[in-house]
């Protein structure tokens, strides 16, 4: 038996936009527990970044299937008060507007738990809640560039963004978990607590490696691309019909393998210049060229089966069409209006799951407000 909405029940409302926020209810709403994102008048901005997925922003559609969408004017005092009466009756409150502007408007988690004693709030901010940070705007990029992300991807050459939204997507799982956690502790006290998460706190954690390193290993390691900063053999490799397989040899006797039963060079392991990683990594040019000679000599197919054969880890570099139409990836299915649409399945594999619909804008304003009314 596998997970079957396990936070059915559970009421989420989410003052949310972008990303972070978001991915949060996303992965609460697929969990079962119903999630009603509160939008300005125009939208989540997020709704105009394309139009790519029949008609809506594809990160919309990805982001928010399977929410109730209310439209309200928090500037407007009956808006003010309709939000106040749902939270009244919430399990769950994320929000990651503007830095400042949930104390602004008297909606901090002090003042909600006065009305709701078990509500969980959970603020997303950028920077953090406390000096300078309060008021520093951030973004996904601005962020892995602030907490040195960027400084350790991309090549040597120059500093690279994370190509996915790295930031906001790792802020919105930690947000998910923190709420998984005060649930299970609501459960023994019945109280609800005050959750505080910062991309750039977890970019920090993300980060640690390299900072060790800069702290206790006489530096952090430069960027590589597609190497890596001190195993070798290590990186993509072109075959003769021009596909590229990524290849990652972690150990002496994968070493072996890799010589014996795809190279052909089974002398490498006995040269002292290959014998263990920290050699090999010190001859690594000599090395990548070894290993680009023989794989350019066969087509792609002919060196994955060799690769695979000997259990030497690999990948091909796969473009975004490539994925598309890769033999491993599960699809599931929202609607966008009367429009069906194909997006990655969830990562946690579960027993059935249902169709979503993304929300149009204020498509549950009336049923939402006439539940909640005084």
């Known amino acids: 038996m596998g997970l079957d909405n396990e936070l059915s029940g559970t009421l989420v409302i989410a003052l949310e936009q972008a990303v972070s926020a978001p991915y949060c209810g996303l992965l609460l709403a697929d969990a079962g527990a119903r999630v009603i994102k509160v939008e300005r008048p125009e939208g989540d901005f997020a709704r105009g970044y394309d139009a790519g997925a029949a008609g809506q922003s594809a990160i919309f559609a990805w982001l928010n299937r399977g929410k109730e969408s209310i439209c309200l004017n928090l500037k407007c005092n009956d808006d003010m008060q309709v939000l106040r009466n749902i939270l009244r009756h919430a399990d769950i409150f994320v929000a990651n507007l503007a830095p400042g502007a949930l104390d602004r408007m008297g909606l901090t988690g002090a003042s909600l738990r006065a009305d709701n004693p078990g509500l969980i709030t959970c603020t997303i ?60 502790q609501r459960a023994r006290t019945g109280k609800g607590i005050d959750l505080k998460v910062s991309m750039f706190d977890v970019m920090a954690d993300w980060m640690n490696m390299p900072l060790l390193a800069h702290r206790y290993m006489g530096g952090a390691p430069g960027r590589t691309g597609l190497k890596h900063s001190f195993i070798a053999p290590y990186g993509a490799f072109q075959c003769r019909d021009g596909g590229q397989i990524l290849i990652s040899v972690q150990s002496n006797r994968e070493f072996f393998s890799l010589c014996t039963q795809v190279l052909g060079r089974p002398e490498l392991p006995q040269e002292p210049k290959f014998k263990d990683n920290p050699d090999r990594y010190a001859n690594r040019d000599a090395l990548d060229i070894i290993v680009a ?33 890769h033999p491993f990836l599960r699809t599931s299915q929202a609607w966008i209006g009367d429009t069906e649409i ?14 979503q619909t993304v929300p149009d804008l204020g498509a549950h304003n009336a049923s939402i ?6």
């Open 125 to 184: 901010s950028g920077y953090g809640d406390t000096g300078a940070a309060v008021t520093k705007k951030a973004y996904d990029f601005l962020v892995q560039a602030e907490s040195g992300v960027c400084a350790v991807t991309g090549t040597q050459d120059a500093p690279a963004r994370v190509g996915v939204s790295l930031t906001d997507l790792s802020t919105g799982l930690t947000a998910f978990s923190a709420i998984l956690r005060a649930l299970l």
């Open 342 to 355: 194909d997006l990655a399945a969830l990562p946690v594999r579960t027993d059935g799951g249902t169709v």
């Open 293 to 325: 000679e023989v794989f350019n000599r066969e087509d792609t197919p002919s060196v994955l089966a060799k690769l695979d054969a000997a259990k030497i880890a690999n990948a091909r570099l796969n473009s975004v069409a490539d994925l598309s139409q």
């Open 369 to 374: 407000r006439a539940e909640f009314a005084d």
